[in-house]
């Protein structure tokens, strides 16, 4: 479990870097799971057991960031788009079948395709990286709208 507490380390470090920013902070836990997915694509063992592990560590704290940079700018359909975005969490019920499909065909067919059950993540790579194009969009998106969310956040509750 020592790996794991390094893992919780990095986590916890990772958002203090952010500053309580969630544009940032999608950002950066965004790259890091697509480091942590690449890493346990490339490694085996406790190493990638550690690394996928991880990966559930760094969307833990990307949900509040994607949900109040969706909703932001939206004015009166904020409550509209606030649903919306609840009902689409039905995507973390469709992506891990599809994975599964994914990882049942690799393994079945190691010996024709060349690749085992680890390289399934391949999925949860682009799902990371395209939480990391929203990150880096968004803020753009939403200074073209007069919004400057990073300014409006600091202040805390």
Known sequence: MYWYFVCVLILVAAFYITQDKPAKTLLIFSLL???A????IFTEGKVATYAFLSGGLFCSVMWPCIFSLSTAGLGKYTTQGSAFLIMMILGGAIIPPI???LADFLQSNTEVVGFGIHNSYWI???CFAYLALFAFLVKGILHKQGIDYDASTEAGH
Do not use: D, L, S
Request: proline share 0%.
């Open 33 to 35: 799971g697509i480091m």
């Open 37 to 40: 997915m690449m890493v346990g």
């Open 99 to 101: 994975q599964g499909k």
């Open 124 to 126: 949860t790579v682009a």
